[in-house]
C-alpha cells in the first residue's frame, strides 16, 4: 500500500497510519478473492485498486472540512449503490467515528459488504440489500444522515433524487464524476434540485496519479425539507428523471 500512502499524503495531507494500511491491504486482498464470484469490480491490479477504488474514494475527504461546524466530522453517512464499498469502506476506515450505511440492492455485493466488514472489524456499518428509493422512503432513514455518497451510479438528475430525501437539512451529497461530464449533468439537475430541496455548493475536480481524465466531487447542500412524494417509486427516477 505505498502509493496509496504516498498519495494520500501528498494530495489529502492525510497520514495514514500502519493499522489503516493493513486493513486496506486485507480489503483489497477480500476483494480479489470473492470477486469471481460476486462481480464486484473489473479494476483488480494492485496499484489500480490503490488509486481508483482507495484513493478515489478518499479524496471525498477533500469536502469535509469546507462544511459547516457541525459537520466536522460528520456523524453519519450513507452511500447509494456502494458495489464494492466505494466510497464508503475506505471512508470509514480512515474515520472510525463515522456511522455509515452502505446501500446496494443486488446480494452478492452485499453479502461481500458484511462479510468485509467482519473481517475488518469495522463496527457502526450497517448494509442494506434494497433499492434506493426504498430506503429513502423508510422512516428509520429519510432525513437522517449527515453525509449521502455516491460514486459511479447514474446521471445527477437521478442521484438527487436517491440522495437527498436521506440528508437532514443542512447535510451535503457528494457525488463522484468524471469532471468533463459535470457541466452537463448539472446543467440538467437543476429543475431536480429545486424541487428536492438541494442546491450546488461546490464542484471540486481532482487529479489522481496515472488517470488522464480528471474526477470531480460535486457537492449539494440540502437546503429545505424534500417533499414528501419524493422518491417516486423504485426505478421511476432513472425511467424518468425530473
Known sequence: MDLLADQARQLLDLDLSPAQLAAFRRYADELRAWNARAGLTAITDDEAVQVQHFLD????????????????????????????????????????????TLVESVHKKADFLRHVAGVLGLDGVTVLAARAEDVSRDPAHRERYDVALARAVADLRVLVEYALPLLRVGGVFIAQKTAAAVPEELAAAGHALDVLGGSVSDVIEVTLPGLREPRALVVIAKTTPTPAKYPRRAGMPAKRPL
Do not use: E, K, M
Not at 479524496?59 to 464499498?85: K, R
Not at 469502506?89 to 474515520?95: A, D, Y
Open 57 to 100: 474514494s478518499l479524496t471525498c475527504l477533500l469536502v469535509w472540512p469546507a462544511q459547516s461546524t457541525n459537520l466536522l466530522p460528520p456523524q453519519s453517512a450513507i452511500d447509494i449503490g456502494t458495489g464494492a464499498g466505494f466510497p464508503g469502506l475506505p471512508l470509514r476506515i480512515v474515520r472510525p467515528d463515522l456511522r455509515l
